[in-house]
């Protein structure tokens, strides 16, 4: 029976350490090269609901900032992030500097780092710096946290195409170096044999289809696909970014565990076509009903997506519902790849989703 193959990509190509690595390296930029981010402390994070690096970092840095000022009060310290980072390096503090971030509630429709704001959190930082440090932290032009990891993310070369910016030092791409790929070459070409798509969360460049010079599209989904060499149609945040603003849409309601995204990897994989992709699902989206380009895909196939969380096994389990709706002999098969984590293996268990510790183990599970 035809396969087509959905593939997330972090947790399930490859182990993303590089984010991690560009956090710390993030951190001591700011702080200083003696300055280690206990990896508690993240999980801590992530436990609280706050996931994105984009966040955490600057709210270690204000973690940090808030102990020392307290020590150390100042009063002719900059507004400018860089230069208060400058300034407050130079502080010698008479006891250890433990990093903790206080609970603040957050607030629906808010970052946290913007929700950490509102809530007064680190209020000992001026109000100015404060407001440089914790807001906007997905502005490139604003935001000297995220401007510095994205310099580590992606590497310096990629940095200035990406955002048509200077680089500010040079550096390798960290997602490059530190993330390890989850697939060998056997996985990898028996993989190829089927319809395939990347189908992930991951910021991207727009649909490869389009041809259109827009600036802010981190290639970050691209850079893990090139780590396991696999030249697939990928529908990533960035592609979903794109076609919700054609459309005067929010990006968010587009993503996992919407329909909308595993609609969009379906066609991609077939199709070999991105932006035909994702029309096509718009077109469901805006009629609920499937455009004439889903006739292409065969009446009968197997549906198959290996995740490492629920979103993408939901988003997919919806679309197979949809594609079954309209008459299509839909055989849907959701996989979960645990990486002997027991965490990620209780919750797929609890959602009576078959999972595996290994690629192995997927491979012959599917018989590919």
Partial sequence: ??????????????????????????????????????????????????????????????????????????????????????????????SPIQIVIPEFKLIVGQYPSESAFHENCFSTIPL??????????????????????????????????????????????FLLKDDVSNINDEIREKLLQHHIAGFTARPSKIPVQVAEAIIGYAPEAELALELVNLDIPLIAFGKLEYIASKYGLDSA???????????????????????????????????????????????????????????GIRSVQSAGEILQQAGFDVHIKTIGLTSDSQAKASAFKKAGIECFDTWEEIITNLEI
């Fill in 128 to 173: 100015e710096l404060r407001k440089k440090l914790l807001l906007h932290t997905r502005n490139i032009d604003f935001s000297h946290t995220m401007r510095i990891f994205q310099h580590f993310t992606l590497g310096s070369e990629n940095f200035k195409k990406t955002y048509n910016l200077p680089a500010e030092f040079e550096t390798d791409s």
């Fill in 1 to 94: 029976m035809t396969k087509i193959i959905l593939l997330d990509i972090d947790g399930v190509l490859v182990q993303p350490f590089g984010y991690r690595v560009a956090l710390r390296a993030t951190v001591k930029h700011f702080l200083g090269s003696h300055i280690e981010v206990d990896e508690d402390v993240l999980t801590d994070l992530e436990k609280r609901g706050i996931s994105s690096e984009w966040d955490m970092t600057p709210l270690i840095i204000a973690s940090y900032w808030n102990s020392i000022l307290i020590q150390h009060p100042q009063h002719s310290l900059s507004f400018e992030v860089s230069q208060a980072a400058v300034q407050l390096q130079e502080i010698k503090s008479t």
């Fill in 253 to 311: 309601i587009l993503i996992k565990p919407s329909p909308f995204q595993a609609l969009a990897g379906v066609l991609a994989a077939w199709t070999k076509d991105e932006w035909l992709a994702l029309q096509s699902a718009y077109h469901w989206f805006e009629k609920n009903e499937l455009s004439e380009t889903f006739k292409q895909l065969p009446k009968e196939f197997e549906l198959i997506v290996v995740e490492d969380t629920m979103g």
